[in-house]
């Protein structure tokens, strides 16, 4: 389809949400104007819990999209609220980028292999939260910046390791310094991590119909079931949740089915709830939701409020 007007998509101006903008323009195929806008998130070196958790990126690119100063919004899906916003909608989910975490370490060393007391960078309570459950006597510090200032702590001996996304490193390129792919058995990664969402004015059909193309629905399904879960347990991106739904290909839709994993684990590692649970791709909300009900059945409230000193 062709637009009858050039496009201006707004993006925070990391290098990474500019790499992510940029793959979104070059599939769309139309005139496209990058816009740069500046967030909450970008503008502060303080905690995501302390700028008011959820949100802190997309805000600012919510409310020029609603003042009709950009056409469209790519996102870091696991950025976004789980509360629809209002005026908006979630136009495209593109095929989803690997969801687990990675380890990039000083010497080459796996996780296994870090010392009692290596220091081990990561500014997410999910991540701190399942690093302490593993047991290993590692120091957990916080961090925050981009990901060349997360990785150059570690070139200089500042940290031992990091943990990041793999997504991320891979649309910047940098996965030759991955030091080990996290197994989800270990760390399990973030509700949507990987998954890019595409928003524009819910009354924009001209954009709407630009942006269908792009949607992959096997995405689409598997991060409507973790963020269903996230929502269920009213948590964001300060709580330790963690949630990967994996999608079993069937012959039809009907008989395609997500086998959902979630877990809550307790901020100073010494508890944690993870389950499981299946059924047919087109109940993907609903079986978010149920899983959160048997997690919340397993004590994953009480896991939430246990707090540590030392994050």
Same mark, same amino acid.
């Given at each position: 389809?062709?637009?009858?007007?050039?496009?201006?998509?707004?993006?925070?101006?990391?290098?990474?949400?500019?790499?992510?903008?940029?793959?979104?323009?070059? @599939?769309? %195929?139309?005139?496209? +104007?990058? #816009?740069?806008?500046?967030?909450?998130? &970008? !503008?502060?070196?303080?905690?995501? $819990? /302390?700028?008011?958790?959820?949100?802190?990126?997309?805000?600012?690119?919510?409310?020029?999209?609603?003042?009709?100063?950009?056409?469209?919004?790519?996102?870091?899906?696991?950025?976004?609220?789980?509360?629809?916003?209002?005026?908006?909608?979630?136009?495209?989910?593109?095929?989803?980028?690997?969801?687990?975490?990675?380890?990039?370490?000083?010497?080459?060393?796996?996780?296994?292999?870090?010392?009692?007391?290596?220091?081990?960078?990561?500014?997410?309570?999910?991540?701190?939260?399942?690093?302490? @459950?593993? %047991?290993?006597?590692? +120091?957990? #510090?916080?961090?925050?910046?981009?990901? &060349? !200032?997360?990785?150059?702590?570690? $070139? /200089?001996?500042?940290?031992?390791?990091?943990?990041?996304?793999?997504?991320?490193?891979?649309?910047?390129?940098?996965?030759?310094?991955?030091?080990?792919?996290?197994?989800?058995?270990?760390?399990?990664?973030?509700?949507?991590?990987?998954?890019?969402?595409?928003?524009?004015?819910v009354d924009d059909v001209e954009v709407q119909a630009l942006l269908a193309p792009l949607d992959d629905p096997d995405t689409r399904a598997a991060v409507t079931a973790e963020r269903a879960l996230l929502a269920a347990l009213e948590g964001g991106c300060t709580a330790p949740v963690a949630a990967l739904a994996e999608i079993a290909i069937g012959e039809s839709e009907q008989d395609t089915e997500i086998y959902l994993r979630g877990s809550v684990t307790a901020l100073d590692g010494s508890d944690a709830a993870r389950l499981?649970?299946?059924?047919?791709?087109?109940?993907?909300?609903?079986?978010?939701?149920?899983?959160?009900?048997?997690?919340?059945?397993?004590?994953?409230?009480?896991?939430?409020?246990?707090?540590?000193?030392?994050?």
């Amino acid at each position: 389809m062709t637009v009858t007007r050039a496009l201006r998509l707004g993006t925070r101006g990391s290098a990474l949400a500019m790499i992510q903008a940029r793959s979104v323009a070059a @599939a769309i %195929g139309a005139d496209v +104007e990058l #816009v740069e806008v500046l967030t909450a998130g &970008d !503008t502060s070196g303080a905690a995501i $819990a /302390e700028l008011g958790g959820t949100g802190v990126f997309v805000s600012a690119l919510r409310d020029r999209l609603l003042a009709g100063e950009i056409d469209l919004a790519v996102h870091s899906y696991k950025d976004l609220p789980t509360a629809p916003a209002a005026g908006l909608v979630i136009a495209a989910v593109p095929r989803r980028e690997d969801p687990r975490d990675v380890l990039v370490a000083r010497d080459g060393a796996t996780l296994g292999e870090l010392p009692t007391g290596a220091r081990v960078g990561t500014g997410a309570p999910r991540r701190v939260a399942q690093l302490r @459950a593993l %047991g290993l006597g590692l +120091e957990i #510090v916080g961090i925050r910046g981009n990901v &060349d !200032t997360r990785l150059r702590k570690v $070139a /200089e001996g500042e940290y031992d390791a990091v943990v990041l996304a793999r997504a991320g490193l891979a649309r910047l390129g940098r996965l030759a310094e991955v030091t080990e792919v996290l197994d989800p058995i270990q760390v399990l990664p973030a509700p949507a991590q990987g998954a890019l969402a595409v928003e524009c004015r819910v009354d924009d059909v001209e954009v709407q119909a630009l942006l269908a193309p792009l949607d992959d629905p096997d995405t689409r399904a598997a991060v409507t079931a973790e963020r269903a879960l996230l929502a269920a347990l009213e948590g964001g991106c300060t709580a330790p949740v963690a949630a990967l739904a994996e999608i079993a290909i069937g012959e039809s839709e009907q008989d395609t089915e997500i086998y959902l994993r979630g877990s809550v684990t307790a901020l100073d590692g010494s508890d944690a709830a993870r389950l499981s649970a299946t059924g047919p791709i087109v109940e993907a909300d609903a079986i978010g939701r149920r899983l959160a009900a048997d997690l919340l059945d397993a004590g994953a409230k009480h896991l939430m409020g246990v707090t540590d000193e030392r994050t």
